[in-house]
């Protein structure tokens, strides 16, 4: 029905808009209750619906929360067992290597003491003789004189003065032995001191790993008590690991990719240089095959050094089976180097065959002989066999990402499900005020009955006034 | 579980298709006749540009037009390249001195049966089965047919790029220019019915696109 059909209802078209406008707001009128309730039940499904939602999102988080929680303590558990392992490992090899030989040390001391005490008895003053002779000296004295006394007197006086200079003498020599002797215990106190510094150095780093095996049982703890501070703790340093072990990743592939354009080249004259597997090429394949063999083989070296855990199995394996496989993974390594190695030489016999080629095909003079060629060979072949062992050891940084991935996947997974809740807790809420926007909006016509029936409305109080008005300002 | 085994079951599948040929023939032919003779110095510049750009695996072969150029006698040098660099590398500088000991010992012919040497072309690049096929003229476009000699026949260049190179103007085209137009557009019209494509280089210093 076109709007000009509408129109014609009477002969005047702005009647007839009137009209029709009357109508139309009369059956608004009449539906309002209804319309009302229908959007008041739809607008409130959708938001309950994405309030449900949101909760759902936000249930989701936590669990997630929890699990990387529990991912984060498992492997701060690990990572301490292997440092507190490694601790005691330290401090066994400290008393094995140093205390095996606390008995020479103890023997060592016990002799040098002795000699000591030997020395020092050796070492102690001879008290002088007591004189014999006073008396005797009084007795002559008191002789006469006529009767020769004072001739003994004489000869008592010479041999007295005689005895005391070989007295004297002896002394003199019985002092200078003891000097000596005193003398020859200094080295034996060195020695002592010597022996005791380094005991004493053995023994306090023996007392600062103890310190530092202190503070990782502590943290240990902590981490077993499931602490917020070591969850914390544990988050920020795995976000490190994280950043770090990727760096190195990034540097460790861009040392693929040069090992990669080394050996691609001289593999087209193995595999053929046109064949392709899918849209690659063959050589190019059997390259970056070897690339990964290499790498592969790096992994299994470390693991079976047990440097690395990604494979359990390896590091569960028998000691000897694991030497075993040490070397044999360290001998395929070898080969594979040695391989590149020959491949990066042949790579540069190519080049000059090709710019010999190229040459003579431009017309112009032939590749001019450059005598440093050999440097550039030489380190071709340098990278070439240093490359596959440089790469054994991504296997360390690969394993450091692979245990950090998961605990940023789960704090990424955590901000997603996080920003998404909040997404829908915003729309439920604002779908419930678009109903009463709505609701409004289907007023907004139906202005003049509304109007009306408020007047209605308040002319029907007018008649109860004195109870609605005594009821309003009823506290 | 289901989905990576279906993923790694069309991934083999995949690999098991038979191998698309990506190599590139190439085949020249040379115009011996007449005063063209004189222009083959610059041929042997377009021979050693082709050689220079071709890879392993790619085919090659040069042939003269003369009289009768419906045969393999007519091919001075033809070559498979090997899938090995190095051989490759050796084999492009055997065919370089074959083609410039041809250069430097060929007689002028009689006659110009550029058909011929089209229809053996599309024959030897068809038996190679080159993913790219690529003929080259090097010629002034006047077929000039000796009696006896039936051309006059539709020749197949459905995947074939035919590029006419050098193609000089003759003296009576000084006179009258519509009938150079007219040569260049019969041979153009001639292979596009046959289903290829047609292009003309005559500017030999700038040959990066050729290939």
Known sequence: MSMNVLLAITPWPAVSAVIWVVVLVAILYLARHTAHQAIRTATGAISRGLRLAAHSMAHAELRLAERNRDVLLAAGLEAKERIVEREFARVGETVRKDLANYPHLHRALSEAIGRIEEDHQ????VPPEAPGWVRAVETVSKLDARNGGSDVLADIHKSLVKAHKEAMDAYRKASSERHELLRGMMPRWRDVQQVLTEVNKK???LLSRSVTIDRHMQEYEDIVKGQDKAVSILSSSSLVHFFVSAMVLLVALGGAAINFSLIARPMAEMVGGTSFIGVFKTA????????????????????SLRITRLFPVIGALPDKMRVRMIWIT???LLLLASIE???AYMREVLLQDELATSALLRGTEAVVENEFLWITTAAQMGMGFILPFALVFVAIPLETFVNSLRTVLGLIGIGVLRAFALVLRVSGNGMRHLGTLAERLYDLPLFVPLWLETRLAANGRASHGPVEDLREVTP | MRRAVILACAALLGACTPPVARNTGVYLLLDTSGTYRAELRKAEDVILYTLARLEPADAFAVARIDTGSFSEK??????????RPSTANAQKRVFAQRVQDFIARSNSSQYTDI????????????????GRKTILIFSDLEQDLEEGYMRDIPVPFQGFEVVALNVVKLRKDNYDPREYMARLEQWKAQVEKGGGKWRVVNDLDRLDGLL
């Open chain 1, 341 to 343: 190695a020959g491949l």
């Open chain 1, 203 to 205: 023994v306090e780093s």
């Open chain 1, 122 to 125: 050796n070492a102690v003053e």
């Open chain 1, 330 to 332: 360290f001998c395929i």
């Open chain 1, 284 to 303: 190019d394949i059997a390259a970056l095959v070897i690339i990964m063999v290499e790498i592969s083989m790096g992994l299994f070296l470390m693991e």
């Open chain 2, 115 to 130: 058909t011929g040497g089209l229809l053996q072309a599309v024959e030897f690049l068809n038996e190679k089965q080159t």
């Open chain 2, 74 to 83: 007519d091919i001075i040098a033809k070559t498979t390249f090997d899938e």
